[in-house]
């Protein structure tokens, strides 16, 4: 479920900035702004729904999920204005992703609570896969059917799919009476919350940028899609590697640790992508930067669950979330801006960049302010 909806959401559109311009004539950041508007709907629906899924059950929000992005895709197929597009999108992302995307990985904490870290990397690996397959598979069906029909066949095959898959998904049995309790948060949520939200909103600005760029940059290079689509896919599968490797390095040294590691290595491979020419040389990098990266959200998503306190993760967590999606529709419009400006992804890649300083200065915030509590605990143990 992740690999689908969570990859079409985050980064699938990357296959149709070309295809849409050509067929469309919109300019490139009209249509990044639907990938834009559809994170701004998965920031909102991460708020409301993690109230909603505290409620209605895992696997109800998973059947909501599914359904919507798949009725979504089919309507996106038929839609002829920009704002009808925009429209569908947000829809998308609230209902689809903000019900699936936080309650899912709260869900896989909470069936494994002694090894969150490396269980979160395995679902995280998931999305992975999707974000390096939605866009290679779309690829080939744009070459075959066109930017539309392309949409008609992605819509179907997530309703055929993950519907039954939704109807699995089960909530964790609620932990015995009487064991022992979770430690309190290293950092007071009042403080924590805001930091964790600004240093998320830089993280995924910077993330964003190869995630929603790399491709068209690469097609740029009269590299046809298809070959740019498979830059794509080794990137994204060094980093199911990676998210499995980060989640158990959550494990061993702690989630901010992991974090500011993953984040450090995600700052400089940005910038080292407009370097680049040649498919050889994006698709060796891809690989490297792809396991480097890869535990960043891993990182996020552990993180944002050891620092709040389980009454109020769902509701806590959703909003640092909602931060991130901001972060990711900021850089990925700032990414197709900055190209409609200057004509190259130059300044687009050097931006994302600067945004991943920004994040690393904030997660060493979090990490000296920690650092008291933290070896507290571990002197206790």
């Not at 993953?262 to 050889?280: D, I, K, P, Y």
């Not at 959703?318 to 004509?343: E, R, V």
């Amino acid at each position: 479920m992740l690999a689908l909806v969570m990859g079409t959401l985050v980064n699938g559109l990357t296959a149709f900035f070309v295809p849409i311009e050509a067929t469309e004539g919109w300019c490139r950041s009209a249509i990044a702004a639907i990938n834009s508007f559809g994170l701004l709907g998965l920031a909102t629906g991460s708020v409301a729904m993690g109230f909603v899924a505290d409620r209605l059950g895992i696997r109800t929000v998973c059947l909501i999920a599914v359904s919507v992005m798949g009725v979504c895709l089919l309507l996106t197929a038929h839609a002829h204005s920009l704002w009808q597009l925009y429209a569908i999108f947000f829809i998308a992302g609230a209902l689809s992703g903000g019900a699936l995307f936080a309650p899912v990985f709260a869900a896989v904490g909470n069936w494994l609570p002694a090894s969150a870290g490396l269980a979160i990397g395995i679902a995280a690996a998931g999305q992975a896969v999707g974000q390096g397959g939605v866009p290679l598979l779309s690829a080939y069906l744009i070459e075959r059917f066109g930017w539309r029909g392309a949409m008609m066949v992605l819509g179907t095959v997530i309703l055929v799919v993950l519907l039954p898959l939704a109807t699995f998904m089960r909530d964790a049995p609620a932990p015995p009476s009487g064991g022992r309790a979770e430690q309190a948060p290293p950092i007071r949520p009042s403080l924590a919350v805001p930091i964790f939200s600004a240093a998320v909103f830089f993280c995924c600005a910077c993330m964003a940028v190869p995630l929603m760029h790399l491709m068209p940059m690469i097609q740029g290079y009269c590299i046809p899609a298809t070959e740019a689509g498979g830059v794509m896919f080794a990137m994204l599968l060094a980093a199911i590697a990676g998210r499995i490797a980060y989640g158990k390095l959550c494990d061993l040294v702690g989630p901010l640790s992991s974090w500011a590691v993953a984040s450090t290595l995600q700052t400089a491979g940005v910038l080292a992508f407009t370097q680049f020419a040649s498919l050889s040389g994006f698709l060796i990098f891809a690989i490297v930067y792809g396991f480097a990266y890869a535990g960043v959200m891993t990182s996020v998503l552990v993180s944002a669950r050891a620092f709040t306190p389980a009454a109020r993760r769902g509701a806590l967590m959703g909003t640092i979330l909602a931060f991130a999606w901001l972060g990711h529709a900021f850089g990925g419009y700032q990414g197709a801006a900055t190209y409609d400006l200057t004509g190259n992804y130059m300044g687009a890649f050097a931006i994302g960049s600067a945004a991943g300083v920004l994040n690393l200065a904030l997660v060493a915030t979090l990490l000296i302010l920690a650092r008291p509590r933290l070896t507290a605990a571990r002197m206790s143990a």
